[in-house]
Each structure stands twice: as C-alpha cells, then as structure tokens.
C-alpha cells in the first residue's frame, strides 16, 4: 500500500511539474522598453497603403507604402528593442538618431512588384519614375535608394506584407516628418506605366 501511495504522489508531482512547464513555456517576457510584434502591427497598418493595376489578367503594377510617421519611426526602434534585445544605451543611441532623421527628412517605405524588369528603376538615375509627397500645398522631390546589406527576414520583421517578389526601397523626402502629422500627406509614384497616389 505504501508502495502505491508513492507511486500515486509521484505521479501527481511529475503531472504538476508538466502543466506548469507549459504554463511557463507559454509566458512570455517582453524586452523592458520594447513593444510586441502585435502591438508595433497595429501602428504599422494605418499608416500602410496598397495600389495595384491591371492589364486584362496581369497586373503592370504591385505597390505598398509605408509612411514612418514619427509614431512608426520610434515603434520601429522600440520593437527592434525587444527583437535584439538592445541594452538600454544602445536603444537610447538608436532613438535619437530618429529624433534627429525625423527633424530633417520623411522616409516612405515603398514595396514595389513590376514584371517587367526595366519599369522596377526607382533608384536609378534615369528612372522611369517621378516621385513626389504634397502637403500644405508645397510639393517634395523624393530620392529612392534600395535596401542593401538586410536579409529578406528582416525586411519583414519590419514591413510583414513584403515577399521576394517585390523590391523594397527607402524614399526620402526633404521635409521634415514632424511637419506632417494629422496633415494627410500625398505620396505619388508616377510615369510612363502609370500613376499611384498614397494619401495617408
């Protein structure tokens, strides 16, 4: 009988033991000062915008944007917070070079699927492409340059809706993000293939 009754409380333990392995396992520690993938989603969507065109079956066109609007710029470091697990200096370090970018520029993040090779050239020099962001009247020349040394992994830790099939680009405007909060900036991607305004 002794034996049983052991064997029953040993049981028991090693039940109790496991449920609260699970429980633990399930639990997880969010990186102080960071934000979770949810909640940096949630910042991230109003502030995306999506235009494509069709040729009958085809599409001549693919395109998202991004606005790094000072609230996705400084959720962007603070969810790369909790991804890298910075230490504190370094997160400090990393949100003032925003502070500083956000003073001086806009960047638009721009996912962009052509078919057609040669109509995907925002960043060269002889684009087909003028790229432009509008508000308060006054119009914004914008340059494009290409992601380069990031993987495809990281591009969408930050930008989800991103596959291999597009080519992502920064585009940065000379006006500062901090002018166009709650203005409904316009970006316009435009050329020979045809036109996409992102009014966010």
Same mark, same amino acid.
């Given at each position: ?9 040993f ?5 109790? @033991? ?5 429980? +633990? ?11 979770? +993938?949810?909640e940096?989603? @949630? ?6 915008k999506?235009v ?5 079956? &085809?599409?001549?066109?693919d395109?998202? @944007? ?7 710029a400084r ?8 991804? &890298? ?9 990393e949100?003032?070079k ?9 960047d638009? #993040?721009v996912s962009?699927?052509? *078919? ?5 050239d ?37 930008? *989800?809706?991103h ?5 992502p680009?920064?585009?940065?405007? *000379?006006?500062? @993000?901090?002018q166009?909060t ?13 036109t996409?305004? #992102?009014?966010?």
């Open positions: 009988m002794r034996m049983k009754s052991l064997a029953k409380i049981a028991l333990f090693i039940i109790f @033991a496991g449920s609260s392995g699970m429980i +633990s396992g399930c639990a997880t520690v969010q990186h102080p000062g960071s934000i979770s +993938s949810s940096y989603e @949630a910042i991230l969507e109003p502030n995306t999506h494509v065109k069709y040729s009958g079956l &085809y599409n001549d066109y395109v998202s @944007a991004v606005l790094l609007t000072p609230e996705v959720s962007q470091v603070d969810y790369n917070h909790g991804l &890298y697990l910075w230490t504190e200096e370094k997160h400090k370090e949100a003032q925003v502070e500083e970018k956000l003073a001086k520029e806009t638009v #993040f962009f699927f052509a *078919p057609e090779k040669k109509h995907n925002l960043s060269r020099s002889k684009t087909l492409w003028k790229i432009f962001l509008e508000v308060d009247g006054q119009r914004y020349d914008g340059v494009a340059s290409r992601f380069k040394s990031i993987s495809l992994t990281e591009i969408q830790s930050l930008y *989800p809706f596959t291999r099939f597009g080519t680009y920064i585009v940065t405007f *000379p006006v500062s @993000a901090l166009l709650n203005k409904n900036p316009k970006v316009t991607i435009t050329g020979p293939v045809g996409m305004d #992102f009014t966010f």
